[in-house]
């Protein structure tokens, strides 16, 4: 795949809060971190300006859940997005995982936000963790299923170039075959761009330690089929944009040689020639699992 060596000056990874307005019955990084604590507006958008002043490209905006920013001060993720976007520089925002419960109280401002600033990438990173609606419920993640699929719907309709990745936790405690199948089902429906799957563990602290955990075979081979489904996805939606046209920015070299970049959908790209840096347009020559090969379309 393509591994990426990380650039510090030209991404400027910038934290908005500390521990999250949620109680996932499997993590315990809520313990850890206790509840929500919003960085005030003007300090991030601050740092941010200075990031983008020492030439940083991107600023990639980071919490355990994003989307719940200002839920404690008052304040709003959706104007914190606009003002990070206003800023002047020829850079991008890569938007940090949102917590689906927390992006539906304002879905439609942040897609507003989302279409009107370019600099925004057309990338959301939404964390179903199951396809059962059931095992949803027990997960305590206080949204259901078809409200997840309706932000992605939307989201879908209103920015066509988006792409989506999301987390899947394989064997929590309760799910079944059935329910099993049902994460199969969504993840063919929905077809995300990112897949990150874990198989469940018991942490520390976390309140599902008192369940049962499911025999570890079982555990196995979900996650086995799973991840061949995943594949299949993937491959096929980097197929799908073999011989178009996107703008890039490079971001790094390639650990095996060339260049890494991303799309305007924060879709990863790898070339042979370029520039760290610079935003360059690019034709996508071929579509492979876990990135999309292109070549300089000004060497014609
Ligand atoms: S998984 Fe849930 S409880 Fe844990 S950090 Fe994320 S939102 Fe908070």
Not at 24 to 38: D, E, I, M, Q
């Amino acid at each position: 795949g393509a591994n990426i060596k990380s650039n510090d000056s030209l991404i400027h990874i910038l934290q908005i809060c500390e521990g999250c307005s949620g109680g996932c019955t499997f993590c315990c990084t809520k313990s850890a971190r206790g509840s929500l604590n919003s960085y005030p507006i003007e300090d991030i958008v601050e740092e941010a300006r200075i990031a983008v002043e020492n030439g940083c490209k991107e600023l990639q905006v980071t919490a355990q859940d994003t989307a719940c920013f200002g839920e404690d001060s008052g304040e709003s993720f959706a104007t914190l997005l606009e003002k990070l976007a206003t800023i002047d520089g020829d850079f991008r925002i890569r938007v940090g995982m949102m917590h689906p419960k927390s992006l539906k109280r304002q879905l439609d401002d942040v897609i507003r936000v989302f279409k009107q600033y370019d600099k925004i990438y057309n990338f959301i990173h939404l964390p179903v963790q199951t396809g059962s609606p059931k095992v949803l419920e027990q997960m305590n993640r206080l949204h259901t299923l078809d409200e997840f699929k309706e932000m992605v719907g939307l989201f879908r309709k209103e920015i066509p170039s988006l792409s989506l990745a999301t987390d899947i936790i394989v064997g929590y405690p309760t799910e079944t075959d059935d329910d099993f199948n049902q994460t199969l089902e969504l993840i063919e429906e929905i077809k995300p761009d990112i897949i990150h799957i874990s198989k469940y563990m018991h942490r520390p602290t976390a309140k599902s330690n008192t369940l049962e955990e499911i025999p570890h075979n079982v555990m196995k081979e979900r996650s086995h089929k799973l991840n061949d489904l995943k594949t299949k996805v993937m491959l096929e939606n980097n197929r799908n944009y073999e011989g178009s046209i996107q703008n890039v920015l490079i971001t790094s070299e390639g650990v095996s040689g060339g260049y890494v970049g991303y799309t305007d959908s924060y879709k990863n790209i790898i070339i042979d020639e370029a520039v760290i840096g610079e935003f360059m347009k690019v034709e996508i020559v071929e579509g492979r699992r876990t990135y999309l090969l292109a070549k300089s379309i000004n060497k014609y």
